[in-house]
């Protein structure tokens, strides 16, 4: 028998993009702005520059500085009618785990009724590795989701080359 006090379930999907357009909606069921995700991703490569600083001894030294990996996280979470929390929990390459954030958010169990969290994210550029995000909805885990940060000047790095290597797709070569 099905337990008259449990709450509906809450449906969540995600993903990582690297932009996003924002466009307000004209349909009277849908309030604020329909995010278009640009460039879905789940690997973001850092690329560091070198910089020359003078040292406190008047001397000129050579520094590697990486920029934040920036990106944006996409969260939508369908279900009945019902409010919940969504807890958004970063764990590092180190294990190291770090709360993002609560929302507090509502479905009202229609089309167009989903709860869409839009989520600026930065992390520091030179940590390399795979960090995970987990999301909870009423701290219960509902889904884990990588993002793989990548060092744009290590030996991974393709090597420069004047021409392009053809893609698959448009490769002349009969299989």
């Known amino acids: 028998m099905d337990d008259p006090t449990a709450k509906p379930p809450i449906h969540v999907s995600a993903f990582f993009c690297d932009s996003l357009i924002k466009e307000r909606s004209e349909k009277p069921q849908e309030s604020g702005y329909m995010p278009t995700a640009v460039r879905i991703t789940d690997s973001i490569t850092v690329v560091p520059w070198i910089k020359t600083v003078k040292m406190p001894d008047g001397a000129e030294a050579e520094v590697t500085l990486y920029p934040n990996a920036k990106f944006h996280l996409l969260i939508f979470a369908h279900g009945e009618p019902r409010k919940f929390t969504v807890s958004v929990r970063g764990v590092w390459p180190n ?74 797709a448009s490769s002349d070569q009969e299989s």
């Open 95 to 168: 294990g190291e785990s770090r709360n993002v954030h609560d929302f507090e958010c509502e479905t009202n169990g229609t089309v167009g009724g989903n709860a869409a969290l839009v989520l600026n994210m930065m992390l520091p550029g030179e940590i390399h590795g795979v960090f995970w995000f987990e999301i909870y909805v009423d701290s219960e885990l509902s889904l884990r989701l990588p993002i793989q940060i990548l060092d744009g000047s290590g030996p991974s790095r393709a090597p420069e080359s004047s021409q392009p290597s053809p893609s698959p």
